[in-house]
């Protein structure tokens, strides 16, 4: 089998309402689709959407990385990941964002090659439930409590809260969404790197009341030698989500005991090829993990849902953000029901396609 052709498609998608955290705020999920082609006619299909605050990466700038990758892929087996993955990383280094696009591509093609589903196809087993969690954008105390009141409205059971950007502030705002829905609920909060060392020690143990089940990235990732030590003395578990990107983070952060939890995400390991290696040595260290996203569609979340079949140790699972859209794109791919529970497709390879229509109007460019 041989790439004979690999298009990609700029992809903004308005947001039903701005999505806020303390990185910034975003009103469009600005996304970059990568179908690859082979000449056996099969097509796989991958999406990434990057954000500058986090990746140092555009919706434009995958737009233009993507097509020196796609000149350097083109005519390759899609077969060899590895190889593929190798072709990438000696080509340009960082951008995980759009490499992930093409790495989920290529794992569509494989699993559709072998006539299985992605999941089977990743050793995995379709057997246990995947209930999303569902995330509350930083705002006023008052409305994130009516956000949450709403969120229960619609039957999802799980909140995530963002915070970050005052720890004072934020334990006033779990306070008043406490109040509002009760304390059986279960309650995730994530600072997105927003507190200060000192910050976070205080909020965290500030929080502690209000029984949250883990606290996402409390300070910058740069300063992640100063982890371990607010993961010791916090009374709520810490998971490292931007300071874990890839295995070579994931290593070091188990070597220093910085945290019990990860966040992974395909958008920050470059693909699927590098999260698997997160999660060999999560299982190893006995880690639990949070399988999530950025603000990618349906179809980069059936991604992230096959992967969140290989491994027992993948117990939270934030695939909320498609909800968010003002439109969907996907064809197949997984399907939300009552209580946030998500079920994926069973199909050969990853199971969703772009529609026809959507393709149609956006930018694109065909490296052949």
Known sequence: MEISKIELFKSPIKLQKPFIISLGQFTHAENMLVRIHTDTGLAGWGECSPFMSIHGESMDTCFVVGQYIARNLLHKDPLQIETCSEIMDKLIYGNSSVKSAFDMALYDLAAQDAGVPLYQFLNGKNNKVLQTDYTISVGSAEQMAEDAREILSRGFQIIKVKLGDDGVKDVERIRKVRETIGMEVPLRIDANQGWAVDEARIALKALSPFKIEHCEEPIPKWNFMRLPEISLNSPIPIMADESCCDHHDAERLIALNACTM??????????????????????????KMQMGGFLESRLGFTAAAHLALTSEKIVYFDFDTPLMFDEDPVAGGIAYHKNGIISIPDTPGLGATIHEYYLNSLTHVAIT
């Open 262 to 287: 990860f966040n992974v995400k395909l958008g920050k390991s470059s693909g699927i090829f590098k999260a698997l290696k997160i999660i060999q040595l999560a299982e190893k260290a006995d880690i």
